[in-house]
């Protein structure tokens, strides 16, 4: 046998060992729903050549597992129904009982999704209202990964029930509550989202090809298509050589030991944090730069390890506490979160140093957003300086899970884009208003590209346009969020789209408005409409045109067959604002007329442009339809806005 061959069947062993049994990829639990009225895929994993073999409703669909060990199916499309049984063969048996066929949606975005039932309002206790058998439920497990995984990391299918429902997506909850009630169709919801993300973490890798602005980042991160697991693997196995050559070569700080709390001090100078050292004091510098403070243990504190979390730091770090390495971080956008076991930990005067190593460019502790406590004042010195021309880079993991393009579509949505859906809700764009003028191209093309990917053809999408949030202007301003309404509504040009409108549902100063139960009900009257031919009004008055009066505005309407009303008892609008050729806005008043509403201000002589609801937080809206929906916020005008030149920036 020649080499070729013997390491071939070397790996045919190795990969047959790692599937001794067949397996199916996580998102098949028993309590499922599949798609109805299409062929669903059923796929897995078993040794290579095994005979896999599913039965389901008196047939069997049988296959052979490949050389990647992988096999699949596909079942014949079946009516909504159940509860079946579907098990799959091979050298064990797997079984899958109280199985339902109906509609299933993929429910993404950011914390707004993600906000669940429990943390609502109104609280759900009724059990005769919510103990749902027809309605599934599953939360996938995050994940993160440079190239498409295969199978999600975790999570469980559920039946809705009074108690399961607590910990559930409220807006998913809500939408499919409403779509069972009305249709008597099972419903299964896959809340698949995290809070705080950019819309740009859930595209594909080839999505973002094809921005410009992604070009470094994907270069670097999405094109050598190495996993997270490959590209640790690596490092690891160069890593001692690399710091001895480069990351830890010729450092006072290390030679005398700055990590010991007997260290003298007296010459170390105070810095504030977070921000790059290069606005600080220490100016342009590459290199290594030793942090210092101390900590007390606060009272509530439960002896179980000691949460540090240090936040983001540029390059690489490592860090002590009272003289022993508690961890270390490589790469800028990592977060460096380390847990400092008990015994290392005294009551008051714990000293915690920190190596940070910039390689080129920015450095310094620069973010910790998320743990503001470890901000402030911290004595630093100077340790070794390089030439960051000199200083090899190694490649390693190096994402942020709430910013870095494509880790969360690979990690959560790439392992069940062979699912059979219905289509998906989403909840997102808080974490993209200050780049919203980019969400106008990005969102729509994050729409095609998961159309793209699951290849079930335009499946429904619908969305929530954000919330009102912060205090209310006391004059007309520009508005990050208000512009990123825009871009959200831009995207009901694309077709099977439709989007629920929470401009009236926010909290002023709280960006979790506890209101989702209106919020899942307004996304299933757009499903309603566009996914079941029902006979519903999806979205509140939706701007047509203006026509001029003298010096008023007058504001028509597309046709509907619900007229707009006001909820002010003279039919007084409040919301509105207007501007002449100088650009420069005021309040308006307006009032409703013949189905149109008429606009004018008697600071604003021959105006030419309108804006309605045109604000972080337009405060109390009075337009809406006959059904309550509120009228959606627009402008007339399409001056430059305040967002047209920032986007995403590597």
């Known amino acids: 046998m020649n080499r070729s061959r013997l390491f071939f069947s070397i790996m045919l062993l190795i990969s047959s060992s790692c599937f001794a049994n067949v397996h199916l990829s996580n998102i098949f639990q028993p309590n499922m729903v599949l798609q ?83 943390e609502s309002m109104p609280k759900e206790k ?41 910990r559930f997506s409220a807006v998913a909850y809500y939408f499919g509550r409403a779509l069972y009630e009305k249709t008597n169709v099972p419903i299964g919801l896959i809340s698949d989202n995290l809070g705080a993300t950019a819309v740009e973490t859930w595209m594909s890798p080839d999505a973002i090809k094809a921005f410009s602005q992604f070009d ?24 001692a050589s690399w710091q001895k050559a480069y990351y830890l070569k010729g450092d006072p700080g290390l030679d005398k030991k700055w990590y010991l709390p007997e260290t003298d001090i007296s010459d170390w100078k105070t810095i504030e944090t977070p921000g790059y050292w290069e606005e600080k004091e220490i100016g342009e510098y590459d290199g290594s730069v030793w942090f210092r403070r101390t900590f007390d243990l606060p009272a509530s504190y439960d002896h179980k390890g000691y949460y540090v979390g240090i936040g983001q730091v540029d390059d690489y770090n490592t860090t002590w506490v009272n003289g022993h390495q ?40 620069y973010s910790q957003f998320w743990h503001p406590e470890w901000a402030g004042k911290w004595n630093y010195k100077l340790g070794k300086k390089i030439d960051p021309a000199k200083f090899k880079r190694p490649d390693i ?108 549902l926010g909290e002023a100063f709280d960006i979790h408005p506890k209101n989702k139960l209106d919020v899942g009900k307004r996304l299933a009257l757009a499903a309603l409409k566009v996914s079941y031919n029902a ?59 013949n189905n149109e509403v008429v606009v004018y201000s008697r600071d604003v002589k021959s105006p030419v442009a309108v804006r309605y609801a045109w604000a972080n937080n337009p405060g109390t809206l009075d337009l809406t339809n006959q059904e309550g929906l509120p009228a959606l916020p627009f402008r007339t005008d399409s001056w430059p806005m305040k967002t047209h030149d920032r986007k995403f920036d590597f």
């Open 535 to 593: 006979d519903s009004i999806d979205l509140g008055p939706t701007y047509d045109h203006m026509s001029k009066e003298g010096d008023n505005i007058i504001i028509h309407f597309k046709a509907t067959k619900s007229l707009i009303k006001t909820n002010d008892k003279y039919g007084y609008v409040r919301g509105f604002s207007i501007a002449g050729a100088d650009s420069v806005f005021h309040y308006a008043n307006a009032y409703s007329r």
């Open 216 to 239: 470094d980042y994907h270069q670097q991160y999405l094109a050598p298509k190495k996993s997270f697991a490959t590209l640790t693997s690596d490092f690891e196995k160069n890593k």
């Open 397 to 504: 993991v190096n994402s942020d899970l709430f910013n870095s393009p494509s880790i969360l579509f690979n990690g959560c949505i790439a392992p069940i884009t062979q699912l059979s859906i219905k289509g998906a809700i989403w909840y997102q764009g808080e974490s993209n208003a200050s780049r919203a003028e980019e969400y106008r191209t990005l969102f729509p093309a994050f729409i095609t590209d998961w159309r793209k990917q699951f290849n079930q053809g335009e499946f429904p999408f619908f969305f929530v346009q954000l919330a009102n949030y912060y205090g209310e202007d006391k004059k007309p301003e520009e508005s990050d969020w208000a512009e990123l309404r825009e871009s959200q509504a831009a995207a009901l040009s694309l077709p099977n789209t439709g989007m629920a409108s929470a401009i009236d």
């Open 36 to 118: 109805r009225d299409k062929d669903c895929a059923i796929w897995g994993y078993a040794a290579i050549g095994e005979k896999v073999a599913v039965h389901f409703d008196n047939q069997v669909y049988g296959t052979v597992a490949g050389l990647d060990g992988k096999w699949k199916v596909s079942l014949a499309r079946h009516a909504a129904g159940g509860p079946y049984q579907i098990s799959i063969v091979g050298n064990n048996t797997i079984t899958l009982d109280n199985i339902l066929f109906g509609d299933v949606w993929v429910c993404g975005g950011q914390s707004n999704m993600q906000f669940s039932v429990d």
């Open 326 to 365: 508690v961890g270390e971080t490589f790469g800028n956008v990592n977060y460096s979160n380390y847990v400092v076991p008990d015994s290392l930990l005294k009551e008051k005067g714990n000293v915690i140093v920190i190596r940070v190593f910039d390689a080129g460019g920015k450095g310094g502790i």
């Open 126 to 166: 009724d059990s005769l209202r919510n103990n749902l058998p027809q309605i599934r439920i599953f939360t996938a497990y995050v994940s993160t990964d440079y190239v498409p995984r295969d199978t999600l990391n975790g999570g469980e299918w559920k039946v809705a029930s009074v108690s399961t429902i607590q």
